[in-house]
C-alpha cells in the first residue's frame, strides 16, 4: 500500500523537476549501454518526466553517493537516476534501476531488476525496459505487452532430482515442466550433496509451445562477492542488528550458499545500515558492488554509538571470559603439578625413616624431599594466584558480558 | 571472590609443611667401634659396638638384627671380605687387619678398623745338657743351652736359666746363672730350668741331671 501511494506521489510530481540521470554501470559492449541508456531517456521523456544525463563532474565533491544525492536535492531535481548493466552469461544481462525520489525532506527510493537477453532487439521485443521502469515510476499505462502467451518449459537434469529455477527463483525438481509468458528466460538447477554443489544453467528464447531444456551438472564454486566502499564492513544477518548480534564476516566477503536471493546486513561504523539483497548464482562467481552511505543524523550517530560502545563492551566481556579459561587451566594443571611434587616429597619422607649414618646419600634424599616441597609450594602459589586471576577476569567478563 | 582462592591456597600449603622431612626426628645408626677376642690358638671373636641413637635415647644393637637398617655389611680380615657375622673367625698367628664397613639404606657407608694380633705361645727347648746327663768327670765346666719359641714380632722376650741342687728352691733369684755355665760341677745332682717371658706370657722349663737323678 505504501509504495502505491509512493509511485502516485512521484506520478504526480512528473514535470515539475528534472530528473538526473547518471552514467549507467556497465560491463557489456559500450554500445548496448548507450542504447539502455537512450531508450530509457526517450521512455521516461514519454513518461512525461524531465530526463537530464548529468555529467560525473556535476558532482566532482562527492565521495559517496549520499553527497550527489544532496547535491541534486539543492540543484533542485525531483530525483536521481542510477542504473546498472552486469552480463549475466553468455546471452543475457542482469539489469538494476533505482531512482532516489529527492521531494520532501525523505530520500524514498524505487528500485527494480531483472534480466534481458544480451541481443538488443531481443530486449526490445522483450519489452523488459518498459516494465522494469513502470516498476520505479509507476506508470504502467505506457507497457506493451508485446506477449502473452504462455510456454511450456520441460527441464531435465543429470544428476536428475535437482532443483530447477527459473530466472533465479526455485519452481520444481527435475524433471520437471513450467510454462512462463516471457521472451527469454534463464534455467539454472543445482543439486547439492553435503558441502559440494553441482550446477548448470542456460538461457532459452520462448516462443514455441514447449521448450525442453536438458542441463548436465557440474561442480560448482560459485559464490557471491559482497564488496562496499568503503571496505571492512561487517556482515551479518538479515536480522535486527543489537549487542547480541554476531558478524559472519567483514567486506570483502564471499557469500557461498544455495543458489537463489538472500538478506544480509551490512554494517559498519559511521555509516548507515544497509539491507542487502544478494544473489547467488548457480554457476558464476558474482561480485555485488554497495556504496555505504554516511549517517549524517546527529542522533543516528548518537546511537549507533552507544550500540557500537555495548558491543565492544560485550566482546571485551566474552574476551575476558574466554581468556580466563587459559589461566584456570593454568592454575589447576599447575596445582595437579604441585601435587606430584608434594607426592614425591612425600614418598622420600617414608624412604627417610629408615636410620641413617647422616651421610651425603642421606643429606641429598633430605636435600631432594625440601625440593620437591619447595617446588610443590611454588606452583600452589602461581596456580592459585592464576586460577584466582581467572575468576577475576571471568567475573569481570561476565559482568560486562550480560 | 578472592578469598576462598588464599584459604585454600594456605590450606595446600600448610598440607605441604607434613611432607618436609625433619632430620632432628631421625634415627643415627653410629659404631663407636669394634674389639676382638681370641681365646684359643687360632679362634678370633670379632665384636661390634653399633647404637641406634636418636633425640631421645641411644638404643644399642647387634650386626645380627642390623638387617632391618642397614643394607649391607661385611667384615675384611687382611685381604678376606666376610659376609657374615659369625663368631669364631679362624685365623693364624700374627698381627691382622680387620675392619667392618657398614652400607646404609642410603649408600653411604660407616667403617672402623683394629688391627688384630694373635700371640703365638712362648714356648722353651732345652737343648743340653741333656736330661739325665751325669758324666760330669769329663768337663770343668757346663754350659746350659736353650731355644725359646714363640715370640711374636710385637713381642719381646727375656730369660734367665737357674741352676739348684734342690728342685724345690730352683726358680729363687739367687739360683739365676749369669753366664749360663756352671763350673765346675761339683754334686751328684742339678736341676736346672730356664724362665722366660714376654708382657704377656710367662713359661718355665726344666730338667734333672746328675747320676741321682
Not at chain 1, 95 to 113: K, Y
Not at chain 2, 173 to 198: C, S
Request: proline share 4%; net charge negative.
Amino acid at each position: 500500500m505504501k509504495k502505491i501511494l509512493l509511485l502516485t506521489l512521484i506520478a504526480s510530481m512528473a514535470n515539475s523537476a528534472p530528473l538526473f540521470m547518471l552514467n549507467m554501470e556497465s560491463d557489456i559492449d559500450s554500445s548496448i549501454s548507450a542504447l539502455w541508456e537512450n531508450s530509457i531517456m526517450q521512455i521516461l521523456k514519454e513518461a512525461a518526466f524531465e530526463p537530464v544525463k548529468i555529467d560525473p563532474e556535476h558532482f566532482a565533491k562527492c565521495e559517496n553517493i549520499e553527497c550527489a544525492i544532496s547535491a541534486a536535492r539543492v540543484s533542485g531535481a525531483q530525483g536521481l537516476f542510477r542504473g546498472r548493466l552486469r552480463a549475466e552469461g553468455k546471452d543475457s544481462v542482469s539489469v538494476r534501476l533505482c531512482i532516489d525520489w529527492l521531494a520532501g525532506s525523505s530520500n524514498p527510493q524505487t528500485d527494480v531488476q531483472g534480466i534481458a537477453p544480451l541481443a538488443w532487439d531481443e530486449t526490445i521485443k522483450s519489452g523488459i525496459i518498459l516494465k522494469l521502469l513502470s516498476g520505479i515510476t509507476g506508470k504502467n499505462a505506457d507497457i506493451e505487452n508485446v506477449r502473452n502467451k504462455n510456454t511450456v518449459i520441460s527441464v531435465e537434469t543429470n544428476p536428475e532430482y535437482a532443483v530447477v529455477m527459473l530466472n533465479g527463483n526455485a519452481v520444481c525438481q527435475a524433471p520437471c515442466a513450467f510454462s512462463d509468458s516471457s521472451s527469454m528466460a534463464q534455467i539454472s538447477a543445482y543439486w547439492q550433496s553435503g558441502d559440494n554443489l553441482w550446477a548448470a544453467k542456460t538461457m532459452v528464447k520462448l516462443g514455441n509451445d514447449t521448450v525442453k531444456v536438458f542441463l548436465e551438472l557440474k561442480r560448482s564454486f560459485a559464490g557471491t562477492e559482497i564488496r562496499t566502499n568503503p571496505d571492512n564492513a561487517s556482515v551479518f544477518t538479515a536480522d535486527i542488528l543489537d549487542i547480541n548480534s554476531k558478524a559472519i564476516g567483514k567486506t570483502p566477503y564471499n557469500m557461498q550458499g544455495l543458489p537463489g536471493e538472500t538478506q544480509i546486513r551490512l554494517f559498519r561504523k559511521g555509516y548507515n545500515d544497509t539491507l542487502l539483497n544478494v544473489k547467488i548464482d548457480a554457476l558464476e562467481k558474482q561480485i555485488q558492488f554497495v556504496q555505504l552511505t554516511p549517517i549524517t543524523d546527529p542522533q543516528k550517530i548518537s546511537e549507533q554509538n552507544l550500540l557500537v560502545k555495548s558491543q565492544n563492551k560485550k566482546d571485551i566481556g566474552l574476551g575476558l571470559l574466554g581468556g580466563s579459561t587459559g589461566p584456570l587451566a593454568a592454575g589447576i594443571l599447575l596445582c595437579i603439578l604441585a601435587q606430584d611434587d608434594y607426592q614425591k616429597a612425600r614418598n622420600i619422607k617414608r624412604e627417610l625413616e629408615y636410620p641413617s649414618f647422616g651421610g651425603e646419600n642421606f643429606k641429598a634424599k633430605i636435600d631432594e624431599n625440601h625440593k620437591a616441597v619447595k617446588n610443590g609450594n611454588l606452583k600452589t602459589g602461581v596456580g592459585a594466584g592464576l586460577i584466582g586471576l581467572s575468576l577475576l577476569l571471568a567475573g569481570i567478563g561476565f559482568t560486562m558480558s550480560f | 571472590m578472592k578469598n576462598p582462592v588464599l584459604a585454600l591456597t594456605l590450606l595446600m600449603l600448610s598440607c605441604s609443611d607434613s611432607d618436609e622431612f625433619g632430620s632432628e626426628k631421625s634415627d643415627v645408626i653410629q659404631l663407636k667401634g669394634i674389639s676382638y677376642y681370641t681365646p684359643r690358638a687360632n679362634e678370633l671373636y670379632l665384636y661390634e659396638d653399633l647404637r641406634l641413637v636418636n633425640s631421645e635415647n641411644s638404643v644399642p644393637f647387634r650386626l645380627d638384627s642390623a638387617k632391618y637398617y642397614l643394607g649391607d655389611y661385611f667384615w675384611i680380615i687382611d685381604s678376606d671380605t666376610i659376609r657374615s657375622n659369625k663368631n669364631p673367625h679362624r685365623a693364624s698367628y700374627g698381627e691382622h687387619f680387620v675392619k667392618l664397613v657398614l652400607i646404609d639404606v642410603y649408600g653411604d657407608t660407616l667403617s672402623d678398623s683394629i688391627t688384630v694380633r694373635l700371640n703365638e705361645q712362648l714356648r722353651i727347648e732345652l737343648l743340653s745338657p741333656i736330661d739325665g746327663f751325669s758324666d760330669f768327670s769329663k768337663t770343668d765346666s757346663l754350659e746350659f743351652r736353650y731355644k725359646i719359641g714363640g715370640v711374636d714380632s710385637w713381642e719381646q722376650a727375656s730369660s734367665f736359666v737357674y741352676v739348684s741342687t734342690d728342685e724345690n728352691s730352683l726358680w729363687k733369684e739367687e739360683n739365676i746363672l749369669p753366664d749360663n755355665i756352671l763350673k765346675p760341677p761339683l754334686d751328684d745332682i742339678y736341676f736346672w730350668g730356664v724362665k722366660a717371658f714376654t708382657e704377656q706370657d710367662t713359661v718355665f722349663s726344666k730338667r734333672c741331671i746328675g747320676k741321682f737323678c
